[in-house]
């Protein structure tokens, strides 16, 4: 059964740092796309961010490109959203997620509040 | 990028009665393999998305049979044929042909009258 176990959120002042984690079970991790998705309050989803499997490409949406970095570490089954100078409007619930053969699998989301 | 338009924005459903969700494409969701990317997914309240439905039709395993989606190309629909209090929440239709950018509809909110 794929588990993905999302960590880090919390309260950001505007302009601070955040790294958010997500650890992952139950299928081989390194060969699988890992995606980032939110959801801000009261709001629908919205595609972040993802990586390959080897870590080597990594794709952004606009509305974050160059705010975040996302990264894994295969050793660890983890993957990473690095939230640099973060703004108000990134306050949100962010899911790990990761599509596993024709199943679409999330987390259960950590909570970031960007707010000072 | 490709958009994705559902209608209604929330529908109100009498226990028992069919529920109809549109998702409408900007693009055609047919990939060159054949497959049609096209999911549903339902967010219950205070919990995060699960799959419902993939590749425009295919209930996930444990999805009652209640669940169905259909269409083709750049038009789908969910339909629940008899809705029951456990069915409410925010239905999300979501395309993976550009993965690993994936993009969602609006959202339809389903309430029990």
């Known amino acids: 059964e794929v588990q993905l176990l999302e960590s880090g959120g919390g309260l950001v002042q505007p302009g601070g740092s955040l790294r958010l984690s997500c650890e992952a079970s139950g299928f081989d991790f390194s060969s699988y796309v890992m995606t980032w998705v939110r959801q801000a309050p009261g709001k629908g989803l919205e595609w972040v961010s993802a990586i390959s499997g080897s870590g080597s490409t990594t794709y952004y949406a606009d509305s974050v490109k160059g705010r975040v970095t996302i990264s894994r570490d295969n050793s660890k089954n983890t993957v990473y959203l690095q939230m640099n100078s973060p703004r108000a409007e990134d306050t949100a619930v962010y899911y790990c997620?990761?599509?596993?053969?024709?199943?679409?699998?999330w987390g259960q989301g950590t909570l970031v509040t960007v707010s000072s | 990028e490709i958009v994705l338009t559902q209608t209604p924005v929330s529908l109100s459903v009498s226990p028992g009665q069919p529920a109809s969700i549109s998702c409408k494409s900007s693009q055609s969701l047919l990939h060159t393999d054949g497959k049609t990317y096209l999911h549903w997914h339902l967010q219950k309240p205070g919990q995060p998305p699960q799959l419902l439905i993939y590749?425009?039709?295919k209930r996930v395993s444990g999805v009652p049979d209640r669940f169905s989606g259909s269409g083709s190309g750049t038009d789908f629909t969910l339909q629940i044929s008899r809705v029951e209090a456990e069915d409410v929440g925010v239905y999300y239709c979501?395309?993976?042909?550009?993965?690993?950018?994936?993009?969602f509809g609006q959202g339809t909110k389903v309430e029990i009258k």
């Open positions: 590749e425009v039709s």
């Open positions: 979501m395309q993976t042909i550009q993965l690993p950018r994936l993009t």
């Open positions: 997620a990761n599509k596993v053969g024709a199943t679409f699998n």
